[in-house]
């Protein structure tokens, strides 16, 4: 108990003048949860889940003034059951896709059709990890009985912070006469019905290349040796500019803008 005592005091110590999502944070890492789940081989959904909480504070503290964990925590029990759809009310169904298994829905959305979250970042560490991967978006598709959205986003909060994102290698192996594509992109860094995404509290938004260079950050670009990737930082200007770009097969680099030849996509 005196051990636990004295942990509590630290955390408490550490967290005063941090911001909420930050504080959280902390939280999680310092009472060893994150640990223990990383360490459990089952342990992803309930570390995906510690890093949901992380992101809602984001969120809450943007949206409301105040800014306490008391008022987060009044706030999460108030939603929980509210949107909740009664007993015989038309509602969507949101599910996994594997507790969708066997059944059958006129109109299925299937979202976050991202690399590193379908396919899942764990499933390129596993053996036939992405094959299975393959196997459970072949059965979130034949769900469909008349309509199938598939999206992604470009960007999305995690653990907090905005990271980019590349599409999923999924929708590549679709075939493109099948496909009827909802929002074209216009602009070469976002979808045309697409603001910026907000930055995350705590977190600063990744400064824009300037017009010398021709680039800035979300952009996707295409290299000779190592495919297509996502801009996702940058540094410097003129012939000094360099570009940190996260591409699909060959993982996030720098490149220096004078030698890489890099192209829009």
Do not use: C
């Not at 499933?123 to 036939?128: P, R």
């Amino acid at each position: 108990m005196a051990g636990f005592a004295k942990l509590i005091e630290a955390i408490k110590a550490a967290t005063r003048d941090l911001p909420l999502a930050e504080a959280i944070d902390h939280v999680i890492e310092a009472t060893g949860l994150a640990d223990y789940y990383r360490a459990d081989k089952d342990g992803a959904d309930r570390l995906e889940n510690l890093n949901e909480l992380v992101n809602a504070a984001a969120l809450f503290s943007e949206e409301s003034e105040e800014n306490t964990l008391d008022a987060f925590l009044a706030h999460a029990a108030l939603e929980a059951g509210e949107h909740q759809a009664s007993a015989g009310h038309d509602a969507l169904q949101l599910m996994t896709v594997h507790a969708a298994k066997g059944l059958e829905f006129h109109a299925v959305f299937i979202t976050g059709l991202e690399e590193g979250l379908f396919p899942h970042e764990q499933s390129a560490h596993e053996e036939n990890g992405l094959e299975e991967e393959r196997r459970l978006m072949y059965v979130a598709i034949t769900r469909a009985r008349r309509r199938l959205y598939l999206s992604h986003a470009q960007s999305r909060m995690l653990h907090g912070q905005i990271r980019y994102s590349l599409p999923s290698r999924f929708l590549d192996e679709l075939p493109e006469q099948v496909l009827m594509h909802l929002n074209r992109r216009s602009d070469p860094g976002y979808p045309s019905s697409v603001q910026q995404p907000a930055v995350a509290y705590g977190t600063k938004r990744p400064t824009q290349a300037g017009n010398d260079t021709g680039y800035k950050v979300g952009q996707s670009v295409a290299h000779a040796k190592f495919g297509t990737g996502i801009i996702i930082d940058f540094e410097g200007r003129g012939a000094d500019a360099r570009v940190q770009v996260k591409f699909r097969e060959a993982g996030t680099k720098w490149l220096a803008l004078a030698y890489a030849k890099l192209s829009a996509v």
